[in-house]
């Protein structure tokens, strides 16, 4: 699955913010962390600003603090703000013939999976699972450090 | 949340700290004298009462070494029933290696959110472990969005297999 570019920086922005709820980051140091363009990531904020999601503090060292509710705030409620992840099914050259249907009924399928994918999973769930990963891979990486309580 | 684990000497239950203040939970077997309760929230949450059912799974799990029927309850005198999870250990169905599959979950409502559910799937994958298990499993409706975000929030994602399915009227 391909995510538009102002998508993924969003939840780079809104991941990154989430999992450092006690520091202040600017836009540049998000677009440095990740090497990606500061100007776009800037507009991105705004946006994540507008939706509540981010807030941002002015003058010196101010930066960006996630400000949304990180067990509620799902990935799909990111990504919509966006770009529309469904395909648009029953619309479009061919759509209203049989094989346009029954094509689209496949397509439909895939999106609903994408989109109650996105939609369970939490920016503190996926910060969780992602800190779960890098404890097993560092017992994995040294078993003789793991304690066996 | 779980994040704290001590085993007790009575049949194994083991006792959660559910974190942010809020009362410990103690998970233990069920007994016959759980059934009532369960039989009325799972009434509550599927919309369907079945106590034949629920004795049956009762009795199949007291039989079976690898079933699990646990119940959550306050680690206060009260011993408040607070919820139950049933689980068991399949093996080879459908070609895959032994693992535990959770069949249902329920968590009283006035007690919702508060790490109980939590604890009784640390519970169960506990119990699964000890099986020799390494794999924990379950099937959900896609759009059951409440159950969905509960096992994606216990680390669980889509595993490799996919359910299919086609009327066959
Ligand atoms: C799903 C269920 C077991 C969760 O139990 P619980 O005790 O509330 O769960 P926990 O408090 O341990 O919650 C753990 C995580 O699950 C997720 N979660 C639980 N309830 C949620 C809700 N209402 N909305 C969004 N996420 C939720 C959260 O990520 C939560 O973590 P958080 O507290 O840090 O936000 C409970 O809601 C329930 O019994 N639901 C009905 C079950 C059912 O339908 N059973 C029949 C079919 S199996």
Redesign the interface.
Same mark, same amino acid.
């Given at each position: 699955m391909k995510l538009q570019k102002a998508t993924r920086y969003g939840l780079y922005a809104v991941l990154e913010l989430a999992a450092n709820p006690d520091e202040q980051l600017s836009a540049a140091d998000i677009a440095a962390a990740y090497g990606i363009s500061g100007n776009h990531l800037a507009k991105v904020l705004r946006d994540l600003g507008r939706a509540g999601l981010v807030d941002s503090a002015r003058g010196a060292g101010g930066g960006y603090r996630f400000s949304g509710n990180a067990r509620r705030v799902t990935l799909l409620d990111v990504i919509s703000l966006f770009e529309d992840i469904s395909s648009d099914t029953g619309s479009g050259d061919g759509a209203d013939t049989e094989i346009g249907r029954a094509l689209d009924l496949v397509l439909g399928e895939i999106d609903d999976i994408a989109r109650a994918t996105f939609g369970s999973i939490t920016i503190e769930t996926l910060l969780k699972t992602m800190r779960w990963r890098q404890e097993r891979e560092a017992r994995a990486a040294a078993p003789d450090l793991a304690s066996p309580g | 949340m779980t994040d704290d684990t001590t085993l007790l000497a009575n049949d194994n239950a083991t006792r959660h700290a559910t974190g942010d203040g809020e009362a410990d939970v103690l998970v233990r077997r069920a007994t016959a004298n759980d059934l009532p309760l369960v039989i009325e929230l799972d009434g509550d949450n599927t919309g369907l009462h079945k106590p034949d059912y629920w004795g049956e799974t009762f009795h199949e799990t007291e039989r079976h070494p690898g079933q699990h029927f646990l119940i959550a309850e306050s680690a206060s005198s009260d011993h408040e029933f607070l919820g139950f999870i049933v689980g068991e250990v399949r093996a080879w169905e459908f070609g895959s290696r032994p693992c535990g599959w959770i069949l249902t979950i329920g968590v009283v409502h006035e007690r919702r959110v508060a790490g109980v559910g939590s604890a009784l799937f640390d519970a169960i994958c506990e119990r699964f472990a000890a099986d020799g298990v390494k794999t924990v499993r379950t099937m959900l409706a *896609?759009?059951d969005?409440l159950n #969905? =975000?509960f096992f *994606? =929030?216990q680390?669980m #994602?889509?595993g490799s297999f996919i359910e299919l399915e086609k009327p066959i009227d």
């Open positions: - | *896609r759009h969005q #969905m =975000s *994606r =929030s680390g #994602m889509a």
